[in-house]
């Protein structure tokens, strides 16, 4: 039983609903304006209370202002995003091409969220049957940070279209150290209501009813005895 002081008011669950829903991916709505330090200390705050596998913690923070960094990383964008768009053919080529999918400098902070894979020795509780879930952890860092920066009025956007190897020497990583996401942060003049790839006609949400079975997959709920 919860006692009522460990229950969320009614404005609260809203608000938490509310980051939950009304988070985006900003790559084109960036404000100039600089993150204060307090801000950012609250988002990587946020960040740092994920849950881990056996509390390993496995993330670093690295806070990217330099414009030679990101103008790098940019270049590593450009170069993959040309391989990506090559994926594509006909009409469909043509709509990937004008997206934009990344903010790197117009937003004012660039942040890398990496995984030490090595954090707590060899033997970490939870991680010896499913070694992956040092990753699936610090994706947990970023969805808290993601949500807190929605809190915020700060809009946050993963920018994928990179090579690994490349990005971990532009950062200087040591071989453990795994460049998990590379995120832009700023403030923005608007949060788009929908995820832009659907506004924009690239895909849209899948109704939620297709993706729920019942006791295994493709079994409706309730179908069983
Ligand atoms: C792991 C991962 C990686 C990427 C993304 C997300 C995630 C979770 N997304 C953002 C993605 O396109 C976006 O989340 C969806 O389109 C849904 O939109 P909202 O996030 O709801 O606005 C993303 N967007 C983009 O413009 N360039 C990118 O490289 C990536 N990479």
């Known amino acids: 039983m919860t006692t ?3 229950r969320f008011s009614d404005a609260e669950r809203r608000g938490l609903y509310r980051a939950i829903h009304e988070r985006r991916d900003v790559r084109s709505q960036f404000l100039p304006d600089r993150i204060p330090a307090d801000v950012l200390t609250r988002l990587l705050e946020a960040a740092h209370h994920a849950p881990s596998v056996g509390f390993m913690q496995p993330w670093d923070f690295i806070v990217i202002e330099s414009r030679d960094v990101r103008e790098a990383v940019l270049a590593m964008f450009e170069q993959e995003n040309q391989k990506a768009a090559e994926r594509f053919e006909g009409e469909r ?15 004012p902070l660039n942040l890398c969220i990496t995984c030490d ?16 879930t040092d990753l699936f ?3 947990l860092a970023v969805q808290n940070l993601w949500l807190a920066a929605r809190a915020e009025g700060i809009g946050v956007g993963w920018v994928s279209i990179l090579d690994q190897a490349q990005l ?4 200087n990583l040591p071989e453990h150290v ?16 929908q995820p832009e790839l659907e506004a924009k006609g690239w895909r849209s949400r899948l109704p939620l009813s297709e993706l729920v079975h019942g006791d ?6 309730g179908s069983g005895g």
């Open 216 to 221: 295994k997959w493709g079994q409706p709920r």
């Open 93 to 107: 080529q043509t709509h990937y091409r004008s997206l934009k999918l990344q903010g790197i400098m117009e937003s």
């Open 117 to 132: 894979r090595s954090r707590g020795g060899p033997h970490v509780l939870g991680r010896n049957s499913i070694v992956d």
């Open 4 to 6: 009522p002081n460990q």
């Open 168 to 171: 971990s020497v532009a950062l």
């Open 178 to 193: 795994y460049p998990l996401a590379y995120l832009c942060l700023g403030y923005v003049s608007e949060f788009l209501e």
């Open 137 to 139: 952890s610090t994706c």
